[in-house]
């Protein structure tokens, strides 16, 4: 399971198929951050200056592939840039993965309601269970963690996650957020995604505030 579907799962509730926060704008840079640590977790980015240098051998046809190819186009010269074109060079990466797990049996696909909002209930309830267990258990624990449990956990702070990964207060998880970001074999790459991220979310968080308070003002 790719690191991005891990999160994803992470963050849809399993009966309603919406995400917790109600909201896939600010886990959409989230998602493309988990492709990028996918990458480096496999040698195939590094962190050069400010930006995302591809390295190493050519992934397998696919969203990764894609991910892979727009991280070496020679646009964008910071990492943040990389990131926010990502997302549309690889045909909006909340639905390729979205789809990935529905073509795997894994989620399905329910357009309902006003607005037609399509929801993905999980069709699979043990494999989101199996990524809440073991993120919980890192968030709780004061074990070393697995890396790429450690980069889920990671994402999940600026994935607005928290209440699904950790029971209140959230003092001990944060700073497992924190450890598990020092502790990546990537982990300068995964500190460029959580920041890069974190700003990407906040911002359509508060894109979406502002459209909600013109509307109804």
């Known amino acids: 399971m790719l690191l991005a579907e891990a999160l994803l799962l992470l963050a849809l509730d399993p009966d309603s198929g919406r995400p917790v926060n109600s909201s896939e704008q600010p886990l959409t840079p989230c998602l493309n951050g988990a492709l990028v640590a996918e990458l480096a977790l496999g040698g195939m980015v590094q962190l050069e200056g400010k930006r995302f240098a591809v390295t190493g051998q050519l992934p397998p046809a696919g969203l990764l592939r894609d991910a892979h190819e727009s991280l070496a186009s020679p646009k964008g010269r910071r990492a943040e840039d990389q990131l926010r074109r990502m997302d549309k060079q690889v045909d909006r990466v909340w639905k390729r993965v979205v789809d990935g797990l529905v073509e795997r049996g894994v989620l399905d696909r329910d357009a309902r309601g006003l607005w037609r909002l399509t929801a993905h209930p999980v069709l699979r309830p043990e494999l989101r269970d199996e990524v809440v267990t073991r993120v919980r258990a890192a968030a709780a624990g004061n ?75």
């Open 143 to 217: 074990r070393e963690i697995e890396p790429r449990t450690a980069v889920v956990l990671a994402l999940a702070g600026p994935a607005r996650l928290l209440e699904v990964v950790a029971d209140k207060p959230h003092d001990h998880a944060k700073r497992r957020i924190a450890e598990a970001t020092e502790s990546t074999p990537v982990a300068g790459v995964v500190k460029k995604v959580i920041a890069e991220a974190a700003a990407a979310a906040a911002a359509a968080t508060a894109a979406t505030a502002g459209a909600v308070a013109a509307s109804s003002s």
